[in-house]
């Protein structure tokens, strides 16, 4: 029988804003609630942030910390969900860049789709990495200085990205398998491409 409480006592942040793909968020939060992980939704504003379906409206969810009063050390995990307006809003703010950084200096995972990884390379994340992502997203990590696979997950020492809500199946269970690793089995932390 296989044990879904591989997530027990960890918590994961979602750094999301309005605009964010409903799938890209609800599906990986699913995923980790199954292990019996809790799930934390950071945003630029309190109150609701509302999500899309491609270009279609979508459900909304509620934000638990404002981006400027999250402490990144109280999670074990950052997922940043895709959508064409969420990335725009957090790649501009200082508050979701740092909070971000701060995983990537810790070593923590970092799960990005879509997207979403528009964030990580507009803070300064992605020069050496391999990663993935939306099709029209490939050439701005490239140009960053990542090295681009067009694969449905990359898992690059617990830097997990995916391309859209097709990879979801696979983007989840990578997901739910750097989540559930303890801070002792953890990759080396992924310094490179962190700004000083």
């Known amino acids: 029988m296989e044990d879904t409480a591989t997530g027990r006592g960890k918590k994961l942040a979602i750094l999301a804003a309005d605009g964010f793909e409903e799938s890209e968020l609800f599906s990986p939060k699913e995923e980790i ?11 630029l504003k309190s109150g609701e942030i509302k999500g899309l379906k491609h270009m279609e409206s979508g459900k909304s969810i509620k934000v638990d910390k404002v981006v400027s009063d999250a402490d990144p050390d109280d999670y074990h995990a950052i997922l940043i969900p895709g959508g064409l307006f969420n990335p725009d809003q957090l790649r501009t703010d200082e508050h979701a860049k740092r909070f971000a950084r701060a995983f990537f200096e810790k070593g923590k995972p970092v ?42 997950v990359v898992n690059d020492n617990g830097l997990v990205t995916s391309r859209n809500p097709d990879d979801l199946d696979a983007f989840n269970k990578e997901i739910g398998k750097e989540f559930a690793l303890d801070a002792g089995d953890r990759h080396p932390a992924h310094r490179q491409g962190v700004l000083a």
């Open 111 to 152: 799960f990005s789709i879509c997207h979403g990884p528009q964030v990580l390379i507009s803070a300064g994340l992605v020069e050496g990495r391999e990663m993935t992502s939306v099709k029209a997203v490939q050439k701005d990590l490239e140009n960053a200085g990542a090295k681009v696979r067009d694969a449905e």
């Open 33 to 43: 609630e199954k292990l019996g992980g809790e799930v934390e939704v950071i945003s």
